[in-house]
């Protein structure tokens, strides 16, 4: 039961134009989303996250947004440079579990590869 | 800071042999957690600690066992590797509460069983 999913396991755009990563989840328990990216032979690094109280987060060229009656979420990047080019994760958490906390476990998606062409 | 670091980068076993992957993070983390990739399947979690001398289950705990003895460090132990096993392996930390749930990665370990 995969409760993220990423759809999309590949994107490639131009550099300079915009670059949307999409994500959707299936357990209304998550209310705390991270976007992760990968290098090859690297670890995941933290990009960016958003709170289900809100619906959009900017940090520099990235935004992401989160629709929860869609259950769904977007990773916008403005302008895309060829050093974007990694795989994208998006991961999700529930702060509240049934019963306690969830300790911050996050259930990530499968991941896409971003290609951004000079 | 070195952050989170991971030993060894890369190993290969034969089926039925052991061995313990290390994890050591230098930035006073109460949380660790171990991953594991795989092609299609993203990082799915194995086990995690919510400090030292406590661990729990994740979601494919199957085959491998952990220990927090000491809070900075966190093992990953496999008792009879079987090919299944070969993957990529993440280790991740983080702060306690809930103020951010960002976490902090290694570089992985690339392990392959014959």
């Known amino acids: 039961d995969q409760q993220v999913k990423q759809n999309s396991p590949s994107l490639s755009v131009q550099e300079g134009r915009i670059s949307i990563l999409n994500c959707d989840y299936t357990?209304?328990?998550?209310?705390?989303f991270l976007w992760y990216k990968k290098y090859p032979a690297e670890g995941p690094t933290f990009l960016i996250s958003i709170s289900s109280i809100k619906d959009k987060n900017e940090d520099g060229r990235f935004t992401v947004f989160l629709n929860k009656s869609a259950k769904h979420l977007s990773l916008h990047i403005v302008p895309s440079q060829p050093g974007d080019s990694a795989v994208y994760f998006c991961?999700?958490?529930?702060?509240?579990?049934?019963?306690?906390?969830?300790?911050?476990?996050?259930?990530f998606g499968q991941g896409t590869i971003l290609t951004v062409h000079p | 800071n070195a952050g989170v670091t991971q030993t060894p980068k890369f190993r290969v076993l034969k089926t039925g042999q052991s061995m313990t992957l290390l994890c050591a993070q230098d930035?006073?983390?109460?949380?660790m957690y171990w991953y594991r990739q795989d092609p299609g399947m993203g990082l799915r979690l194995i086990h995690y600690s919510v400090g030292e001398g406590t661990t729990a289950k994740g979601e494919v705990p199957d085959g491998y066992n952990v220990s927090r003895l000491k809070k900075q460090n966190f093992l990953l132990g496999l008792e009879s590797a079987a090919p299944s096993q070969t993957s990529v392996y993440f280790c991740?930390?983080?702060?306690?509460?809930?103020?951010?749930?960002?976490?902090?990665f290694g570089p992985g370990t690339r392990l392959t069983v014959t």
């Open positions: 991961a999700a958490s529930g702060r509240r579990a049934a019963g306690g906390t969830s300790y911050g476990k996050l259930t």
């Open positions: 930035m006073n983390h109460e949380y």
């Open positions: 357990n209304s328990m998550f209310d705390y």
């Open positions: 991740a930390s983080r702060t306690g509460g809930l103020s951010s749930y960002e976490q902090y």
